[in-house]
């Protein structure tokens, strides 16, 4: 029953785009969810592929209420096929674009744990569990011009 | 973006209520405290404890209740901060002094004690506003010196000598065309730590909005900017004023 309901899972995951009642699942099950924040952005940005599997990048904010001035809780989230949380990388005005393969393009550069170096590229290995950052210049982004283009980026 | 009147309205009583400055002295005994311990890092510039008096401003102020308990709301349900802290996770290990970092493993005091509150949301401002990197940090300056045998690599060598592939770089310019057996290698015992190796600006409102606040509240940086600008209009005995 576990494998088959595994199996059911992994094909969502394969669709194109996850539901965010999906993501809002998946994410409460595993607890990345924090029960005394309020979710105000999920979204399911791109897939990556890694070693020729799929996982999912989702875009979560979160806000803390505060006395006066809520604080925000950033976080781009990976997902493996059956949505199992691999990696959690916080961040603060940056946000995920695009996938290009097992790389990630982020708006802006931002620090991984508060630690040098920083970057605006994520490239994911060893199942997504390692990333790597590296810095790309905006107006080098590997996508082409809508025009050239027939689907949307993954 | 322009703040609204309502909260406009909501901090002007500081200009004339004394209670608003209530924790000024243990903002700057705090930041002074930092100032003179972070002093020596990399890229370190003093810091105006006014920045924090601000931040405390916006985060409660003194007609909100939470004044009296956490005035800088760190530790408040669902903040990250304090765990943060409590982990010694971003560097802030490298922050805090021992005291401290004992004191903030409380979470109940944190949020119910003001200027222990405000101590921690400093800590977790100065942790936030750092640059950190794993570096070769050398444990012991006296230079030993050590015979290349067969099969050897820096990363083996450094390994068995408790000292780091950096060290051994540093202290033989060229040492990977060294790596012969028979050759002899210069190197400090040595180990792989976190150390902060930059500060970001402390005078650049947006930075801190974007590293204390985390983008949850998109005017924090016009707040902080319109309440720094209202600590030159403070109506107080000459001594009281900032």
Redesign the interface.
């Known amino acids: 029953m576990k494998r088959i309901l595994l199996l059911l899972l992994s094909l969502t995951a394969a669709g194109q785009a996850v539901s965010r009642d999906r993501l809002y699942s998946a994410l409460l099950e595993n607890k990345v969810l ?4 309020k979710v105000v952005h999920l979204s399911h940005t791109c897939d990556l592929q890694i070693n020729g599997r799929r996982y999912l990048v989702v875009d979560l ?14 976080r781009i989230v990976v997902l493996d096929s059956t949505f199992k949380p691999l990696k959690d990388i ?1 961040y ?2 940056h946000r995920p674009l695009f996938c290009v393969d097992n790389r990630l393009y982020v708006y802006g550069d931002l ?1 991984i ?5 920083v970057g605006n590229v994520l490239t994911f290995s060893d199942q997504g569990h390692v990333v790597k950052l590296s810095h790309v210049e905006a107006n080098e982004y590997p996508v082409p011009v809508t025009r050239l283009r027939k689907s949307p980026p993954q | 973006m322009a703040l609204s009147q309502k909260w406009k309205d ?1 901090v002007e009583p500081g200009v004339t209520d004394a209670a608003w400055d209530n924790y000024d002295s243990g903002i700057q005994t705090e930041i002074a405290a930092c100032n003179l311990r972070l002093k020596d890092t990399p890229g370190y510039k003093t810091v105006d404890w006014k920045v924090v008096k601000a931040m405390l401003w ?4 003194a007609s ?3 004044w009296n308990t ?1 005035p800088i ?1 760190i530790g ?6 304090l765990g943060v802290l409590q982990r010694g ?3 802030s290990d490298l922050i805090m002094t021992t005291d401290l970092a004992n004191r903030v493993k409380n979470t109940q005091k944190v949020t119910t004690d003001p200027n222990l509150n405000i101590q921690a949301g400093i800590a977790y401002l100065f ?2 506003m ?5 570096v070769s940090v050398v444990d012991d300056p006296a230079v030993l010196s050590y015979t290349v045998v067969a099969g050897d690599s820096l990363d083996k060598i450094s390994k068995k000598l408790g000292t780091t592939v950096d060290n051994l770089k540093s202290q033989n310019p060229g040492a990977g065309a060294m790596i012969r057996p028979n050759a002899v290698l210069k190197y400090q015992k040595a180990t792989m730590k ?1 150390q902060i ?2 500060w970001r600006d402390f005078n650049v409102m ?1 930075t801190i909005a ?2 204390y ?5 998109p005017d ?1 940086a016009a ?1 902080l900017v319109y309440v720094l600008d209202l600590f030159k209009k403070l109506k107080r005995p000459a001594t009281a004023t900032p």
């Open positions: 924090d029960p005394d924040r904010q979160e806000v803390v209420p505060a006395a006066r001035s809520p604080r925000g809780v950033n916080e603060g005005t620090a744990d508060n630690l040098a170096p | 909501s916006v985060e409660s102020g909100s209740p939470a956490a709301q408040v349900p669902g903040d990250p901060g996770d971003n560097g942790t936030q750092s640059k950190s990197d794993i976190r190796v930059g947006t974007d590293r606040n985390g983008g949850g509240d924090y707040k």
